[in-house]
């Protein structure tokens, strides 16, 4: 038996069709109930009926689909569906619908803030020109921020990211840049949906499955949301090998152990030597 998604409303289960590999959900599907959805569904992974893209099936309605588009009445530039033919706008709607779709959560996660706050961490470097340049990827976290860096960069290339408060940054007049020089070459900062390289092709799904969560919690305070996604992304990467083995961290009776070791070394190596 295949494996079926859980969902709650048709945008769960519009999700959960693309996860499986379904390319296209007619809007007739849509209108069901779960327990005939579920049953669609099944029928439509154990191959008992066949869904094409609505574009590859029929490539003359596509052509006609353009001449029409090129016809329409528009409204402030916008394609009124009003003067479209029957099935063109309703082939016309549904793609608009699947393309707010995919926007709508994807949005709610930024990757840069639009301007500088006061009581965010922010990575800095100097620029081409040798002035102190501010990346605008902001964090309320000082401790999740190296995180993050930590996770991708490593511990030897996290010695050259430099952090600094917002409020800190406007008083010294710090300049906004795009890169930050680390192991002397210029990188852009990593993304904040920070996966590992066995997640890192699926990007764009998970961003839409976090944004979604994150669009739930309407009464979390900014840094409680932040906290919460930061959360998010830590439970997607567990378990991952690239995860475990970077943020291990090495715990302080080992390096105490190590350095006991070696002196004991030493002064061994210093008798042998002047018997």
């Excluded at 109930?33 to 579920?38: A, D, E, I, L």
């Excluded at 049953?39 to 006609?64: A, M, P, S």
């Amino acid at each position: 038996m295949p494996r079926v998604y859980r969902f709650k409303n048709a945008d769960d289960f519009e999700e959960s069709c693309y996860r499986l590999g379904i390319p296209w959900v007619p809007p007739q599907v849509i209108k069901l109930n779960r327990k005939m959805k579920q049953e669609w569904q099944r029928k439509v992974l154990c191959g008992k009926i066949k869904v094409h893209k609505y574009r590859e099936r029929n490539k003359r309605f596509l052509d006609r689909y353009r001449e029409c588009l090129k016809e329409a009445t528009r409204i402030n530039g916008v394609v009124d569906p009003d003067s479209l033919p029957p099935d063109v706008r309703a082939y016309f709607l549904e793609k608009k619908r699947r393309r707010e779709y995919h926007r709508r959560f994807g949005k709610v996660i930024k990757e840069r803030d639009i301007k500088i706050y006061l009581h965010k961490w922010y990575p800095w470097s100097y620029n081409y020109k040798g002035e102190p340049a501010v990346v605008l990827q902001g964090f309320y976290s000082l401790k999740a921020a190296r995180k993050r860096f930590l996770t991708y960069y490593g511990r030897e290339n996290l010695k050259a990211v430099h952090w600094i408060k917002g409020k800190t940054a406007l008083e010294k007049k710090f300049v906004i840049g795009q890169s930050l020089l680390i192991a002397g070459k210029r990188k852009k900062p990593i993304s904040k949906i920070l996966l590992t390289e066995v997640y890192r092709n699926s990007k764009s799904s998970a961003q839409r499955e976090l944004g979604k969560r994150i669009a739930r919690k309407k009464r979390l305070g900014s840094q409680q949301k932040e906290k919460y996604f930061l959360n998010l992304v830590d439970k997607f990467n567990y378990g991952t090998k690239e995860y475990r083995t970077v943020l291990k961290p090495i715990p302080e009776k080992l390096i105490k152990l190590s350095k006991a070791k070696e002196i004991e070394s030493k002064r061994k190596k210093a008798l042998y030597e002047e018997e």
